[in-house]
């Protein structure tokens, strides 16, 4: 199969014909039709993450199943599916907790580039790493059988791609993790893909008021389409004040940080009132540390959540967000840009780095 290969940090992904074995028991080959381009794989091409190489990044798609290896229950041939990026065994410690996106299975194979056996699909004789199960920069997949769910013919591979990543982070972030009322305030730190779902998330969920913050000025209308009602720079001396003056004075019901910059981890916390929650869902670069003052941690009672695939049960959100896109409820087409090529792959990792808002979406024939 055709595939993009990262065989050096910072450098270009390259396009090789990559050996793909078959899917082994519990495991899916799938035909991917559409993937996202999404600031974690730029992160990871850019070596901020510290894989090993050589690798197949790409984790935001959508395809159809080809073939079902030995156990396979829940897909057959034909069907249409979202992959999660945070396929869990069902079995451990965490999956019993009902917390699948922190399952210790899939925790140790996406952190050895591997698949649950700990072992590589990709490459044959000279094995390539997969991408947190996915590796979707690539004319086909084999992933866990978990990593499928089932869609319907109505949704657009292109929008189930999306709702793959960036919608269900930045949704789950602010309807499972923030835990948002009607009526309440939040402040959405970094206008991007996850942080346009976020504030999306949080109109839809009736936030009085929706404070977009970003270091670019540009974003203010952008987020302003998605739901926003107000714009702050983030690099405003003035930013806590700022807030404040929006919320009675006492700072945000909830904010949702989604840069991944420390320095916006410490703004979240502090435009928060107290007893309100810091919602993380930002990667940081490997070692960095964000500050918070100590002092006066205890009794401002404010909640530090990590937030990671928007604390989502994959199956069932992605299937509520589908629901709702499918009602009009959740327009999602708007955030497609271009659609490329996979050759065309490292043209798009420019753009995200650039800053174009609009996802982009590596589509691939029938
Ligand atoms: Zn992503
Ligand atoms: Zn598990």
């Known amino acids: 199969m055709k595939a993009a290969v990262l065989r050096q940090f910072g450098a270009d992904l390259s396009i090789e014909d990559v050996p793909l074995a078959n899917a082994r028991d519990r495991e899916v080959l799938v035909r991917i039709m559409a993937t996202g381009v999404c600031s974690s794989d730029l992160s990871t091409i850019r070596g901020k993450t510290g894989s090993e190489l050589p690798l197949i990044p790409g984790h935001e798609a959508a ?63 000279q094995p390539i790493h997969h991408y947190s199960c996915i590796s979707s920069f ?8 978990t990593a499928c769910i089932p869609i319907t013919e109505d949704v657009p591979f292109a929008v189930a791609a999306l709702v793959g990543c960036a919608v269900t982070t930045g949704f789950g972030a602010v309807i499972n993790d923030a835990a948002i009322k009607a009526g309440q305030s939040i402040a959405v730190l970094g206008v991007g893909g996850v942080g346009v779902n976020a504030i999306q998330a949080a109109a839809l969920a009736g936030a009085e008021t929706i404070i977009a913050i970003d270091i670019n000025a540009d974003k203010a209308a952008v987020a302003t389409t998605y739901g926003a009602t ?39 916390y502090a435009i928060t009132r107290s007893a309100g929650s ?26 530090i959540v990590g937030s990671i695939y928007g604390g989502s049960v994959p199956e069932q959100d992605i299937n509520t967000i589908l629901s709702l896109y499918r009602r009009g409820r959740l327009p999602l087409d708007a955030q497609i840009g271009r659609r490329i090529p996979l050759e065309q792959v490292n043209d798009a990792l420019a753009w995200l780095e650039a800053g174009v808002m609009a996802r982009t979406i590596i589509e691939f024939a029938a």
């Open 63 to 125: 395809g159809i199943v080809e073939r079902v290896g030995a156990g396979v229950s829940r897909v057959k041939p034909g069907d249409r599916v979202v992959l999660s990026w945070a396929p869990n065994c069902g079995h451990c410690f965490y999956c019993h907790q009902s917390h699948p996106t922190l399952c210790d299975t899939y925790g140790a194979a996406a952190g050895a580039g591997a698949l649950w056996d700990g072992t590589s699909r990709l490459g044959g004789a």
């Open 278 to 303: 810091v919602v993380i869902v930002g990667i940081a670069p490997v070692g960095a540390q964000f500050a918070i003052p100590a002092i006066g941690f205890p009794g401002s009672r404010k909640r």
């Open 138 to 145: 690539a004319e086909q997949a084999v992933v866990p059988e």
């Open 230 to 268: 107000h714009f702050i720079n983030a690099a405003a001396p003035d930013l806590i004040e700022q807030v404040q003056a929006l919320t009675h004075g006492r700072g945000v019901d909830h904010a949702v940080e989604c840069t991944g910059r420390p320095v916006a981890m410490s703004s979240a």
